[in-house]
């Protein structure tokens, strides 16, 4: 958990480094084949982040078979699966600047997965500290090799073989790490491949379902606005991707929690969950504010010269941020409940939100504002709120009590008062002063949950007794 936090500002870091040194065209670029390839590299893993880790977990003595195995399968699908990205690109008539770009980022990619099937082996022998230096370890890296390319006047295909150098840096010293451990030589085994293939498909289907909606719109986007519009929704999102860090955080805190009580207690399952959703909603609302009261604090760091529409990107996707710290939590509850199929089948609604609206919303936006990415991100708003929607019909019952309602209402009234507070003064001066004030209105009404406070202070008292111990 330290490991993500750490790495959050130094990702945005990076972010921020390439779209000064880069703009608006080069970096939409990037962002577009980084997109498509995360889609992509689904394919090559299969699900594996969690069936390698889920084995090894429960066999220590496979560590190597497992390995072996799952290295073999993703050497053997990235040249097949990047053949189909070339072939899907050309058919979509993209420039030679985008094909160069697409094989570049399949580098960066293949040394990505090889370290991350490492990484998954030591994560099932529970060596999560090597995990979480892996993680720091290839942002800092990242930076100090990228940031000279860009001083030296480096483009898109120099900074692309920059990330591909450091996440091989990272590959080779997990390598080395796990060479260290007993029964840790890669083989191949045709019994183990076929165990992770049919236990990897589920979470084959639900992550194509999550991944599939940022491509659509990176490719609708790319192909019905000019690029620098794909530049500045790639700044937003960016930026927004680092806010909604607690949100993931919270939801992977909670999970096997609620996985365990609602095999062993039904009632104490909807507590937890309504626990998490309270939660949820007390860490929103500054941060939905924020993005919507004062989006020039983090645009200025990408650029404001260059990047200046993308704050009334970030304006709108202040509602998407408000939705998905809900939308996070509810779908925890809903797959810990086993209802995964239904819950991937909403996920991939989202995508037939954005298929319909974006080819009406970006046209609609780059002739009326100039700013086609402001269609996206309509889009985007409206399929998040129909996951929010969907994941509340599918909760179990007693869960969306009156805790949660007086919650919710209390935590409008405060960030309402503080939102009001400092209207007209400098962001930079009224940002942190308006979260001041939040928390103490916050307080100050009996907003903040007794059960909050006591299951921070539990957690918080259980990490220092496990370090003490």
């Not at 979509?92 to 094909?99: A, D, F, V």
């Not at 019952?397 to 919710?408: H, P």
């Not at 406070?453 to 111990?469: E, K, M, P, W, Y």
Request: glycine share 10%.
């Amino acid at each position: 958990m330290v490991g993500q936090v750490a790495a959050m500002p130094l990702s945005l870091l990076n972010n921020v480094v390439m779209a000064r040194y880069l703009g608006p065209d080069d970096f939409g670029l990037i962002y577009l084949v980084a997109t498509a390839w995360s889609f992509g590299i689904l394919f090559v893993e299969w699900g594996q982040s969690s069936t390698v880790t889920a084995l090894i977990a429960k066999e220590p003595t496979r560590v190597g078979e497992g390995l072996g195995t799952s290295l073999a399968w993703r050497a053997l699908t990235m040249p097949l699966v990047y053949g189909l990205m070339a072939g899907g690109a050309a058919l979509l008539r993209q420039g030679h600047e985008c094909q160069v770009a697409l094989a570049l980022m399949a580098l960066v990619y293949a040394v990505y997965t090889g370290s991350a099937a490492i990484q998954d082996a030591l994560r099932g022998l529970e060596r999560m500290e090597m995990p979480a230096k892996g993680v720091v370890a290839q942002q800092i890296l990242n930076f100090l090799l990228v940031t000279p390319i860009l001083l030296l006047g480096g483009r898109v295909s120099a900074v692309l073989v920059g990330q591909a150098a450091a996440m091989l840096a990272v590959a080779a010293w997990a390598a080395r790490v796990l060479r260290r451990l007993p029964n840790a030589s890669p083989h191949f085994s045709r019994s183990t491949l076929k165990h992770l293939l049919a236990a990897g498909a589920p979470f084959l289907a639900l992550n194509i379902s999550l991944a599939l909606q940022p491509n659509v719109d990176a490719l609708l986007l790319a192909k019905l606005a000019p690029p620098e519009s794909l530049g500045w929704f790639a700044a937003a999102k960016r930026l927004v991707g680092v806010l909604i860090f607690p949100a993931t955080a919270l939801a992977t805190a909670f999970y096997p929690t609620w996985v365990r009580l609602w095999n062993e207690d039904k009632d104490a399952f909807r507590h937890a969950v309504s626990t998490g959703l309270r939660a949820s909603t007390v860490l929103v609302a500054p941060i939905a504010l924020g993005c919507a009261l004062y989006p020039d604090i983090g645009i200025r760091a990408f650029s404001r010269h260059s990047f200046g529409p993308a704050e009334a990107d970030v304006r709108v996707l202040s509602l998407f941020v408000l939705a998905l710290f809900y939308s996070m939590i509810l779908g925890g509850a809903v797959t810990a409940a086993g209802r995964i199929r239904p819950w991937a089948v909403c996920q991939f609604g989202c995508v037939i939100v954005s298929a319909v609206l974006d080819p009406l919303l970006v046209p609609y936006c780059q002739h009326r504002y100039g700013n086609g990415s402001l269609g996206v991100c309509v889009s985007t708003v409206v399929s998040e709120s129909f996951i929010v929607v969907s994941g509340g019909a599918l909760l179990p019952s007693g869960i969306l009590d009156r805790r949660l309602a007086r919650t919710v209402g209390l935590t409008i009234v405060a960030g309402l008062a503080a939102a009001r507070l400092l209207s007209g003064v400098s962001s930079f001066v009224a940002a942190p002063i308006a979260v001041v004030a939040y928390g103490v209105c916050l307080w100050g009404t009996g907003g903040v949950d007794p059960a909050l406070v006591d299951l921070i202070r539990s957690s918080v008292t259980r990490r220092f007794a496990r370090a003490g111990a």
